[in-house]
């Protein structure tokens, strides 16, 4: 019996522990090359880049491909670096960091669409993503249609026309966690022309996005890479250079670019990425095995746990798991005890976002929106993000939650 299977937690954060070299090591300059450089490289922060003759500005003018200093608007050195290290770690040729996760999202959707084109969603997307295809992908001519994230081979074909030119995915979902078939939906989009899209944030360095088909990986760097909660930022990946190509074109046509101290604050976040989500990892798991065995908990939407729906692919093609889940209480629970619950805890801050070395709580009962009838919990729901503090201590905080939710409902 390996390690993995004896010990859950070590199933959990295996894949951080296999990635601590490389994100302390990668997209660094190399110390044997130059008279001596800072283990942190600078920022530079500019707009206008200067340059010797007209030579030799015609011959960067021609390099806006290649990662180089052309203009402050498509990208500084350090965003650079940072670039060269996340196409590392999603096993990627190229990256363009941008302005933020939603930018990563909607930037490859507008480089590879066109009007008359159809777009294929998981009900379960990130509602922002959601409305945009809603409202500027429809202004624009093109079609989506949401299909239910957990769906078959069959009923994907039937889905897919001749003019589906994305199959767009996000695993584990948002809210509700459910984990995709990623390689069939590649598959599949494949043999139809179509490209496959992944919103890889949750699985950042322990779902290898290329490995299993995918096309364009999406990360809101904002999440775990920056790490502290004082960054907007995402990034948008390939490993095919006529996509590469494609992607930066837009890009750059957008405006599409991160501020230099984002990129630094990120870089520096990406360091200890691995020891902080080794142990965020392992401290969610042990608070979601507590919440699993209390009476008001119906389900706990954790990847790692059976009753989480696609926990088998999970299984099959992820190395570990992040610190952020979801929780179904009993559905005879009112949303009023939950809320009331929410609001007694004191370690948990109450906010969007996650990813940070904080703990957070997000009721996500009325928050969650499905086209396709029948994806909605039965009971209220509510999301943790689970951060760096005491795990025992975030325990108790939730059990005196717990205890005001019982006393809010049996009053």
Same mark, same amino acid.
């Given at each position: &019996?390996? +390690?993995?299977?004896?010990?859950?937690?070590?199933?959990?954060?295996?894949?951080?522990?296999?990635?601590?070299?490389?994100?302390?090591?990668?997209?660094?300059?190399?110390?044997?090359?130059?008279?001596?450089?800072?283990?942190?490289?600078? %920022?530079?922060?500019?707009?206008?880049?200067?340059?010797?003759?007209?030579?030799?500005?015609?011959?960067?003018?021609?390099?806006?491909?290649?990662?180089?200093?052309?203009?402050?608007?498509?990208?500084?050195?350090?965003?650079?670096?940072?670039?060269?290290?996340?196409?590392?770690?999603?096993?990627?040729?190229?990256?363009? =960091?941008?302005?933020?996760?939603?930018?990563?999202?909607?930037?490859?959707?507008? !480089?590879?669409?066109?009007?008359?084109?159809?777009?294929?969603?998981?009900?379960?997307?990130?509602?922002?993503?959601?409305?945009? !295809?809603?409202? &500027?992908?429809?202004?624009?001519?093109?079609?989506?249609?949401?299909?239910?994230?957990?769906?078959?081979?069959?009923?994907?074909?039937?889905?897919?026309?001749? +003019?589906?030119?994305?199959?767009?995915?996000?695993?584990?979902?948002?809210?509700?966690?459910?984990?995709?078939?990623?390689? &069939?939906?590649?598959?599949?989009?494949?043999?139809?022309?179509?490209?496959?899209?992944?919103?890889?944030?949750?699985?950042?360095? @322990?779902?290898?996005?290329?490995?299993?088909?995918?096309?364009?990986?999406?990360?809101?760097?904002?999440?775990?890479?920056?790490?502290?909660?004082?960054?907007?930022?995402?990034? =948008?990946?390939?490993?095919?250079?006529?996509?590469?190509?494609?992607?930066?074109?837009?890009?750059?046509?957008?405006?599409?670019?991160?501020?230099?101290?984002?990129?630094?604050?990120?870089?520096?976040?990406?360091?200890?990425?691995? %020891?902080?989500?080794?142990?965020?990892?392992?401290?969610?798991?042990?608070?979601?095995?507590?919440?699993?065995?209390?009476?008001? =908990?119906?389900?706990?939407?954790?990847?790692?746990?059976?009753?989480?729906?696609?926990? +088998?692919?999970?299984?099959?093609?992820?190395?570990? !798991?992040?610190?952020?889940?979801?929780?179904?209480?009993?559905?005879?629970?009112? @949303?009023?005890?939950?809320?009331?619950?929410?609001?007694?805890? !004191?370690?948990?801050?109450?906010?969007?976002?996650?990813? *940070?070395?904080?703990?957070?709580?997000?009721?996500?009962?009325? *928050?969650?929106?499905?086209?396709?009838? *029948?994806?909605?919990?039965?009971?209220?729901?509510?999301?943790?993000?689970?951060?760096? +503090?005491?795990?025992?201590?975030?325990?108790?905080?939730?059990?005196?939650?717990?205890?005001?939710?019982?006393?809010?409902?049996?009053?």
């Amino acid at each position: &019996m390996s +390690e993995e299977q004896a010990d859950p937690s070590a199933r959990v954060s295996g894949g951080w522990k296999r990635l601590a070299s490389t994100l302390v090591q990668g997209g660094r300059p190399d110390a044997a090359s130059a008279d001596g450089v800072f283990v942190n490289s600078p %920022v530079s922060r500019g707009s206008t880049v200067l340059f010797p003759d007209l030579a030799s500005m015609r011959e960067n003018g021609t390099r806006s491909h290649d990662h180089e200093l052309v203009y402050g608007a498509m990208g500084t050195p350090i965003q650079h670096q940072l670039e060269r290290l996340i196409a590392q770690i999603e096993g990627g040729t190229h990256c363009q =960091v941008v302005s933020s996760g939603l930018a990563a999202c909607t930037t490859p959707l507008l !480089a590879f669409l066109a009007a008359g084109d159809h777009l294929l969603l998981p009900d379960a997307v990130y509602s922002p993503t959601r409305r945009f !295809a809603d409202t &500027m992908l429809r202004r624009l001519g093109i079609e989506t249609t949401y299909y239910p994230p957990l769906l078959d081979e069959t009923a994907l074909r039937d889905l897919i026309r001749p +003019e589906t030119r994305i199959v767009f995915a996000e695993s584990p979902g948002s809210h509700t966690f459910e984990v995709q078939d990623v390689p &069939m939906l590649s598959r599949v989009a494949h043999e139809h022309g179509a490209k496959l899209m992944l919103d890889n944030t949750w699985g950042i360095g @322990v779902f290898q996005p290329f490995d299993h088909g995918v096309d364009v990986s999406i990360q809101a760097l904002t999440k775990y890479p920056a790490g502290h909660s004082d960054a907007i930022i995402g990034s =948008v990946t390939v490993a095919d250079e006529a996509d590469w190509r494609v992607l930066r074109d837009a890009a750059i046509q957008l405006g599409q670019v991160a501020g230099p101290d984002d990129c630094w604050l990120t870089l520096r976040g990406l360091r200890t990425m691995a %020891v902080r989500l080794g142990h965020q990892a392992k401290s969610a798991l042990r608070i979601a095995e507590w919440l699993r065995g209390r009476p008001e =908990v119906a389900r706990v939407l954790h990847p790692a746990f059976d009753e989480c729906p696609g926990h +088998e692919f999970w299984l099959r093609d992820f190395s570990g !798991a992040s610190g952020l889940f979801g929780v179904e209480l009993q559905p005879e629970m009112p @949303v009023s005890a939950m809320h009331d619950m929410i609001d007694a805890l !004191a370690m948990f801050g109450l906010g969007a976002s996650w990813g *940070g070395y904080e703990s957070l709580v997000l009721p996500t009962t009325g *928050g969650i929106r499905r086209n396709i009838p *029948g994806g909605l919990p039965q009971g209220p729901t509510f999301r943790l993000h689970i951060g760096l +503090e005491d795990v025992d201590e975030l325990i108790a905080d939730l059990d005196g939650g717990l205890a005001v939710l019982r006393a809010s409902w049996a009053g």
